[in-house]
């Protein structure tokens, strides 16, 4: 008899994320501005790895796919690019990213 | 007799038109040293006169002739994952980006790279039209040229309008 265990659960859409937790601050006010209540809250973002080193870096402000309309054949096909807007204002294309969406 | 010379005339005169409508927007030779040093872009060249684009039924999807003679037979020329840098940043600017947004590509292996830059936007019957500046170099050869490019509303993306016009190589440097 076989048994098998695994500590690990996988899942194909969860190659790859970046998630991170942020903090969030709320304050609560009543009419007069007084605080009533102020509790953090913690915040799970994830994402699909697009946190280039770019932004990292400080040199883009963001990184994310854009998608366009291409043919593949005779086939129309949504294709994805991940670029980041750089501080600049330009953007840059991050190269090996790309593919049908 | 009349007729003959009326004849050749009437063929000189479409020949005439037909070359004037064929004439597109040549590459301009461009140098890469001060575009580095300047970190700008050079004017794009669709203010010239020369700058007629015709359109070809609806247009192509992507060609070869995005690359401005980057190509095999006259070296040097761009490997597969700077071509597809370079369509990336062309589709990519033309879907996402306002007028005058640059986008721009590096290759990862050696200095050569591109930059693609829409500079005008319009609407021709149910087509949105785009004119473009791509701007590509390997090493000290650079090149940059003015592209047009149209989508239909209910159709499969943009398709490419542009003719060179012949000897537009020896602008190339």
């Known amino acids: 008899m076989w048994l098998a265990y695994f500590d690990q659960a996988h899942s194909k859409n969860q190659e790859n994320q970046y998630c991170d937790i942020k903090t969030k601050l709320i304050k ?16 799970v973002e994830c994402n ?20 366009w309309t291409g043919s593949l054949g005779y086939e129309t096909v949504q ?17 090996n990213y790309s593919g049908i969406d | ?11 000189v005169l479409i020949s005439f038109l037909f070359l004037t409508n064929c ?15 300047e970190r700008k872009l050079p004017e794009p060249n669709f203010l010239t006169p020369e700058a007629i684009y015709v359109t070809s039924g609806n247009g192509d999807p992507w060609y070869p002739r995005q690359f401005m003679d980057f190509r095999f037979w006259s070296p040097p020329f761009f490997n597969k994952n700077e071509e597809r840098q370079h369509k990336d940043a062309v589709y ?3 879907e996402n980006l306002k007028d005058f947004k640059i986008v721009s590509w590096y290759s990862e292996t050696r200095d050569a790279g591109g930059k693609v830059r829409p500079i005008f936007t319009y609407e021709i019957n149910s087509s949105l039209c785009r004119d473009y500046q791509a701007f590509l170099y ?16 209910f159709g499969n993306g943009f398709h490419f309008n542009y003719w060179d016009w012949p000897g537009a190589e020896k602008y190339l440097n």
Do not use: W
């Open chain 1, 48 to 67: 699909d790895g697009l946190k280039h080193i770019l932004q990292d870096a400080g040199i883009a402000k963001e990184c994310r796919f854009y998608t």
């Open chain 2, 138 to 153: 390997i090493g000290k050869k650079a090149r940059s040229k003015t592209f047009t490019a149209c989508k239909f509303a």
């Open chain 2, 1 to 11: 007799m009349e007729d003959m010379k009326l004849f050749q005339i009437t063929l």
């Open chain 1, 28 to 43: 609560t006010f009543d009419d007069n501005g007084k605080v009533i209540s102020e509790k953090n809250v913690e915040v």
């Open chain 2, 92 to 94: 990519m600017a033309l």
């Open chain 1, 79 to 95: 294709y994805r690019t991940l670029a980041c807007e750089k501080l600049d204002g330009g953007y840059e294309i991050i190269p």
């Open chain 2, 23 to 37: 004439v597109g927007v040549a590459p301009q030779k461009i140098n890469i040293d001060k575009v580095k040093k």
